[in-house]
Nanobody, 115 residues
Framework: QVQVVESGGGLVQAGGSLRLSCAASGSIHRINAMGWYRQPPGKQQELVAYITSGGSTNYADSVKGRFTISRDNAKNTVALQMSSLKPEDTAVYYC?????????WGHGTQVTVSS
């Protein structure tokens, strides 16, 4: 059994910053990719960023230069530092951890950016 829990969402003004954290726990041998998706209101879920166990990263074009993903393999955690936030970043952010041939998901954390 693997659990994934996010934290760090909230309300912030446009131009501000937030840091999301995510921890995976349970029966874990090795996590492959960890990352973040988001679902804006009324829209489909979209990839924000992911990071492999080796540290390679990939970002959605909409967040490049503003968001930074990082992870601690020893602690099975991943973080998303978000800066220069825009109202269009408002969404529920979901963390995932890839292991045992599937993704394990958190329940999501709300990020609201006011204009």
């Amino acid at each position: 059994q693997v659990q994934v829990v996010e934290s760090g969402g909230g309300l912030v003004q446009a131009g501000g910053s937030l840091r999301l954290s995510c921890a995976a726990s349970g029966s874990i041998h090795r996590i492959n990719a960890m990352g973040w998706y988001r679902q804006p209101p009324g829209k489909q879920q979209e990839l924000v960023a992911y990071i492999t166990s080796g540290g390679s990263t990939n970002y959605a074009d909409s967040v490049k230069g503003r968001f930074t993903i990082s992870r601690d393999n020893a602690k099975n955690t991943v973080a998303l530092q978000m800066s220069s936030l825009k109202p269009e970043d408002t969404a529920v952010y979901y963390c995932y951890a890839g292991l045992y041939g599937r993704e394990y998901w958190g329940h999501g954390t709300q990020v609201t950016v006011s204009s």
